[in-house]
């Protein structure tokens, strides 16, 4: 019987150990697929194609046949870009293959050679009058987050002038993707909006006109496949392949095609280099106290976000209930549409129509500034709408008799309401308003759809800068927390009105 549970541990054990191995490890032993992370969002290297529903682009192009000469199988992974260091550490994906930097990032990654030559660029309406860089003092400018042209103005290695105009910027705005930024440029919330030159060229070119690139470049950059530290074995089968592509007129056939041909850079005389420069690691708690500290400047944004929410979304909440219930048809079915479009479609798309609604729908164009206010709009919409079908059920949940005793004691309509109706009805939906409340909590990072910053933006900002997934777990202990007191609060609420027991 011994025998038999030792074996049994033993099979369990060599199970175990077998499953906690690198996957990428176990990859390489038997390599069958190959799987690259892309953002999605990012032609001309990694796009959906709208016709055929397919993930296309120069850098997959690659991919493919370097999977085809190798009898691979391409799994086309698109990623989270905050979240890419996660997905390559957990063995999610096999790479980074995206028109992903090498600069600055020289030691996070075990690296290709440089393909492509890179040049960040600026971006405006060419209405705007806009024709230098310097001409973007006093303006708002918008970059994708945890991208090269974010680097170049804030980055350890940016360049004095480029820091120096990052500093003359009304405001450096992240966005999630690039076709947020154009809508942004568009609708004129932003002035300029600085990314690859690939990429603005793909932008320009596909919607036809109304911006300018301008000819100063930002900065220049170069593109390598991003494997994880360690991972020579695959890199380098990687690397002989595009090789053998270059060689055979494969590679700048493809480079052709996406018509990147005056960028790429790839030469068979570039060394690989698997030296890691050496660098002080900092300690736990300082990297906690730095997280931390960082995690506190979007803590008043998240809260402000809250805050004003519940101000305005409760009273508004039931005014609509009021409608809701009201005997005059046409506003009762106005209201119910009200209802039924808001809680039918994402708080998230109900953001982008509330920002980018007014210039799009009625061609007024908007300001930075409007951004929180916008952020703002939205939520309380949207609160207001379920606080409404919550204010409705506790209202129809008083009991009959209570609004014939006003009628006979000769409450006025309002006296009735507010003496009898609503400290009632106010008791009855205290469980159903501390969710909506807690859900609120959660919802303020949506405010990340129209760019704006609050505290898990920033939580997964520092997370894709610092590679590692500590600061996501802190703002998961900020929210925990923030719930914790809300609902402690909406306890002692309910337990105080519950005066029946």
């Not at 600055?104 to 393909?115: F, I, L, N, Q, V």
Request: proline share 3%; net charge negative.
């Amino acid at each position: 019987m011994k025998k038999q549970k030792l074996s049994v541990l033993a099979v369990l054990f060599a199970f175990l150990a077998t499953a906690v191995l690198p996957l990428n490890v176990m990859a390489d032993q038997e390599r069958s697929t190959f799987t690259v992370g892309f953002d999605a969002e990012f032609p001309p290297y990694g796009y959906q194609d709208t016709e055929t529903g397919e993930y296309i682009g120069f850098d997959l192009s690659l991919a493919e046949e370097v999977c085809s000469r190798r009898g691979w199988t391409l799994v086309k992974q698109p990623i989270d870009w905050d979240s890419k260091d996660m997905e390559l550490k957990t063995g999610a994906i096999d790479c980074i293959w995206n028109g992903f930097t090498m600069n600055g990032r020289e030691t996070d990654y075990t690296w290709s050679t440089p393909y492509v030559d890179n040049s960040q660029v600026a971006i405006v309406r060419s209405d705007s009058g806009i024709t230098e860089l310097s001409q973007l003092a006093g303006k708002i400018v918008a970059v994708q987050s945890d991208s090269s042209a974010l680097a170049a103005f804030t980055g350890a290695d940016a360049t004095e002038e480029n820091k120096a105009l990052a500093e003359s910027f009304a405001d450096l705005q992240q966005v999630g993707d690039y076709n947020t930024a154009f809508l942004n440029l568009q609708s004129g919330a932003v002035d300029a909006v600085c990314m690859d030159i690939g990429v603005a060229n793909y932008e320009m070119e596909a919607r036809g006109g109304g911006f300018t690139m301008l000819d100063e470049r930002i900065s220049s950059e170069e593109y390598g496949i991003g494997f994880l530290l360690g991972n020579t074995e695959l890199r380098d089968q990687v690397q002989e392949t595009l090789l053998e592509m270059l060689a055979d007129g494969t590679f700048d056939r493809i480079a052709e095609e996406w018509g990147l041909s005056d960028s790429v850079c790839l030469s068979a005389e570039d060394q690989l280099s698997d030296e890691a420069a050496a660098y002080e690691k900092a300690s736990l708690w300082d990297k906690l106290a730095n997280v931390c500290g960082q995690l506190l400047k979007g803590v008043g944004a998240s809260l402000a976000i809250f805050l004003l929410t519940l101000l305005f979304s409760l009273p508004l909440g039931l005014l609509i209930a009021f409608g809701r219930m009201s005997k005059f048809k046409p506003l009762s079915w106005l209201v119910k549409l009200y209802i039924s479009i808001v809680r039918g479609t994402p708080l998230m798309l109900q953001l982008l129509v509330v920002f980018f609604g007014p210039y799009f729908l009625f061609g007024v164009s908007t300001s930075g500034n409007y951004r929180f206010y916008a952020v703002i709009i939205g939520f309380s919409l949207n609160y207001a709408a379920y606080f409404a079908e919550i204010y409705r059920s506790g209202i129809q949940a008083v009991p009959v008799g209570q609004h014939e005793a006003c009628e006979i004691l000769g409450y006025s309509r309002p006296q009735k309401f507010f003496k009898i109706v609503f400290p009632q009805m106010l008791k009855n939906i205290i469980p159903s308003i501390t969710n909506e409340v807690i859900t609120l909590v959660k919802d303020t990072s949506l405010a990340f759809a129209i760019s704006y910053t609050e505290m898990f933006t920033l939580a997964k900002q520092v997370a894709a800068a610092e590679a590692t997934i500590m600061p996501l777990f802190i703002a998961g202990v900020f929210y925990y927390v923030f719930n914790f007191i809300v609902a402690m609060i909406m306890d002692k609420l309910e337990k105080k009105m519950n005066y029946f027991r």
